[in-house]
């Protein structure tokens, strides 16, 4: 049975990035140098200002097929014609097929969201702020700096597991694995095990430190 989320179809300009993964509510800032992407955003600046990020795997050069709309909300034009622009993440998409490779990618995409939830996400979200707040306290104390998460962190089940797949780094990989999932409970307990074990590692490097300065 068809969701009501495939019901929507258009055409997007699409943006691949190596190793960028655009989650829904997220800025990303971009410098807009490369002729084709330049042409792309004089375009969509006359339109809606909307276009798609896929994640480009940096050793294969595979495009993800699944990307973020990006809506650029402020830009900042240079010398040269170049740009420094300001997007912030909407909705979720899958490319259904390419429409046109030059001068710049365009596909037939389709929105996707998660299913709705049938259960209270609320006291996982909860276990996974949690685990976040472990993990920033335990990373301050290793590097001896002050680090604190932002007042306004989401609390909404959905929202939360945006916000901490987007600030994972270095693991562009497993961001896009999140960005996929279409269930907001599967994606809040993988984000609850990556923590759990960033948080394990941190604890005993912490110790470590602590049992070295003693």
Same mark, same amino acid.
């Given at each position: ?25 997220? #800025? ?17 600046? /006359? ?14 050069? @595979? ?15 240079? #010398? ?22 030059? #001068? ?8 996707? @969201? ?14 996974? /702020? ?17 680090? @604190? ?7 909404? #089940?959905? /929202? ?32 609850? /095990? ?21």
């Amino acid at each position: 049975m068809a969701s009501s989320s495939s019901i929507a179809v258009r055409e997007l300009p699409l943006f691949p990035l190596p190793e960028v993964v655009l989650f829904p509510g997220r #800025p990303l800032p971009l410098h807009i140098f490369e002729f084709r992407y330049r042409m792309m955003m004089n375009t969509i600046l /006359e339109g809606d200002r909307r276009f798609g990020v896929l994640m480009v795997d940096p050793i294969s050069g @595979e495009i993800a097929k699944v990307g973020c709309c990006a809506e650029v909300i402020r830009v900042q034009r240079l #010398p040269d014609d170049r740009m420094k622009i300001l997007t912030l993440g909407q909705q979720r998409f899958r490319v259904l097929e390419y429409v046109r490779e030059k #001068p710049y990618r365009v596909g037939l995409v389709e929105w996707i @969201e998660d299913e709705p939830p049938t259960e209270d996400l609320r006291p996982l979200a909860r276990d996974v /702020e949690k685990l976040l707040r472990d993990v920033v306290h335990l990373s301050a104390k290793l590097i001896d700096q002050k680090i @604190e998460l932002p007042d306004d962190l989401p609390s909404l #089940p959905l /929202e939360l597991s945006y916000w901490v797949a987007g600030n994972l780094y270095g693991v562009a990989s497993e961001q896009q694995t999140l960005l996929e999932i279409q269930d907001t409970m599967a994606r809040l307990q993988r984000e609850s /095990e990556i923590l759990t074990s960033t948080r394990n590692h941190l604890a005993a490097r912490t110790a470590l430190k602590d049992v070295l300065k003693s």
